[in-house]
């Protein structure tokens, strides 16, 4: 497999090359080059203090939700979501590092909407107003 994705890739830059001749030759049309991947999204920075303050809310979600669901504490997890639904607000297009991590906003809401799905399920469409449609499972009580 490896043989044949090499052959593949020396008569991809081969044929390149010959058809930049043939195009120089001519001196018509651009170059050819190879497709390049689209580019990166870019995130904005986010500060520390903000980053700080989400990774407690997470925590604190995490340690609200670890107990039996009859005693788990539906205000807690209510505050602790506020702080981390606010905070995607504040940063929609953020980008930060979370326990040596790179994190987003976007990743940021898909993690909280699995770990809402078994510890508060009721919660889960506050998260989803802020997902793009396509995040949104169609499972959830507001679907």
């Known amino acids: 497999m490896a043989t044949a994705l090499a052959v593949v ?15 120089s030759a001519n001196e018509s049309g651009p170059p050819a ?13 986010v500060p520390q203090a903000d980053v700080d303050e989400v990774h407690r809310a997470l925590h604190g979600l995490g340690d609200a939700c670890a107990p039996e669901a009859s005693s788990r504490s539906a205000d807690a997890i209510d505050g ?25 906003s ?11 799905r078994a510890c508060a399920p009721s919660q889960i469409p506050r998260v989803e107003a802020l997902l793009p449609p396509r995040f949104r499972a169609s499972d959830s009580p507001s679907s």
């Open 9 to 23: 890739i020396v008569a991809s830059y081969a044929w390149i090359s010959r058809t930049r001749e043939e195009r």
């Open 33 to 45: 080059t190879l497709l390049t991947a689209p580019p990166s999204r870019t995130y904005t920075s």
């Open 80 to 104: 602790h979501l506020d702080v981390l639904l606010e905070f995607v607000r504040r940063h929609p297009a953020g980008g930060f590092r979370i326990d040596d991590e790179d994190a987003t």
């Open 106 to 116: 976007l990743s940021l809401l898909l993690v909280l909407q699995e770990e809402l």
